[in-house]
Antibody, heavy 125, light 108 residues
Framework: DVQLLESGGGLAQPGGSLRLSCAAS????????MTWVRQAPGKGLEWVSD????????YYADSVKGRFTISRDNSKNTLYLQMSSLRVEDTAVYYC??????????????????WGQGTLVTVSS | EIVLTQSPATLSLSPGERATLSCRAS??????LAWYQQKPGQSPRLLIY???NRATGVPARFSGSGSGTDFTLTISRLEPEDFAVYYC??????????FGGGTKVEIK
């Protein structure tokens, strides 16, 4: 069974940093692009960032560009999101998710077929 | 950025009734649209991809249709477990990937 387990959430101060992790199992992690999607309390879904299966291509929402960095360690089957210069508006549950299909190291379908349970990030002074 | 507008915001129906949810894109996205279901306290679940393809394990009462700018998710007969929030998502032109604002299907 595919499993995605996020960790690293918690309370951070404005301007602070956190690193989220997503441990993957049950599929060939190195073969699939991955994503982070967040959901502010009581709000809808917001795409944050994608990374290709090789890790060479990364994409970001404008709201986090320059502050967040997505990365992966295919030897550890783990996805990361380094968050810095945190803002109150970054408060959300952060989900990692697997893409539905991959056609090569840099080409994939950003539809998400498996999601983790989410980790809550609260930014507050 | 492609904006997805979902309507209605809330749909009040009874079990056994038919649910019709709409998602409109701000520009032509061909059929590059997915639908997700999210229940309270749970992660989203993929229902439909590429506008009309059911994901693995999704019951046949869920169907998707549409192309271009107008898309529909239909639940033929609502089961108690179908009361949830539904989101559409486009992958035609990204970044950014975008989601609609959601439609809540609630028990009448």
């Amino acid at each position: 069974d595919v499993q995605l387990l996020e960790s690293g959430g918690g309370l951070a101060q404005p301007g602070g940093s956190l690193r989220l992790s997503c441990a993957a199992s049950g599929f060939s992690f190195r073969s699939y692009a991955m994503t982070w999607v967040r959901q502010a309390p009581g709000k809808g879904l917001e795409w944050v960032s994608d990374i290709s299966s090789s890790g060479h291509s990364t994409y970001y929402a404008d709201s986090v560009k320059g502050r967040f960095t997505i990365s992966r360690d295919n030897s550890k089957n783990t996805l990361y999101l380094q968050m810095s210069s945190l803002r109150v508006e970054d408060t959300a549950v952060y989900y990692c998710a697997k893409v539905l299909a991959n056609w090569g190291p840099e080409r994939y379908d950003p539809t998400f077929d498996y999601w983790g349970q989410g980790t809550l990030v609260t930014v507050s002074s | 950025e492609i904006v997805l507008t979902q309507s209605p915001a809330t749909l009040s129906l009874s079990p056994g009734e038919r649910a019709t949810l709409s998602c409109r894109a701000s520009q032509n996205i061909v059929t590059f649209l997915a639908w997700y279901q999210q229940k309270p306290g749970q992660s989203p679940r993929l229902l439909i991809y590429d506008a009309s393809n059911r994901a693995t394990g999704v019951p046949a009462r869920f169907s998707g249709s549409g192309s271009g700018t107008d898309f529909t998710l239909t639940i033929s007969r609502l089961e108690p477990e179908d009361f949830a929030v539904y989101y559409c998502q486009q992958r035609y032109n990204w970044p950014p990937l975008t989601f609609g604002g959601g439609t809540k299907v609630e028990i009448k």
